[in-house]
């Protein structure tokens, strides 16, 4: 799948967040990665801050390869409560238009001005 500008865009935020440092493992990495709890074939929550963190590549392929623990895994750290707010906003039916990704780009690539300004978190989108 391709990565658009939006989606580098959100992805920077989410790693500058987490100042690079694994939500699984704990190690910080140069090169950490974006990892969304439910994939960005679902443009419904692709740029929504709740469904991504950020992974070292390790611990992002065990995410992937491991699904039935790495939902578990998913559950036990952030609750039932974000596991149960992120299946209802998959399944809604609000489409995101190829349109709409200048707008998330731009706004993603404000909040992360922002941060490195001083702004401790980012603004999600959705």
Not at 37 to 55: F, L, P, Q, S
Not at 64 to 84: A, I, L, M, Q
Request: aromatic content about 8%; proline content about 2%.
């Amino acid at each position: 799948m391709k990565i658009s500008p939006a989606d580098k865009a959100f992805a920077d935020c989410v790693k500058y967040e987490a100042k690079n440092i694994c939500a699984r493992c704990g190690v910080q990495r140069e090169r950490a990665e974006c990892s969304h709890i439910h994939g960005r074939r679902h443009r419904t929550i692709r740029w929504c801050k709740d469904n991504a963190i950020c992974k070292c590549h390790t611990c992002h392929r065990w995410w992937h390869e491991n699904p039935t623990e790495s939902g578990e895994w998913f559950k036990e750290k952030y609750g039932e409560e974000r596991v149960n707010i992120l299946l209802i906003k998959k399944n809604m039916r609000q489409k995101v238009s190829k349109i709409e990704e200048k707008e998330i780009a731009k706004h993603y690539r404000q909040q992360l001005k922002l941060m490195k300004e001083g702004q401790e978190t980012f603004e999600s989108w959705q």
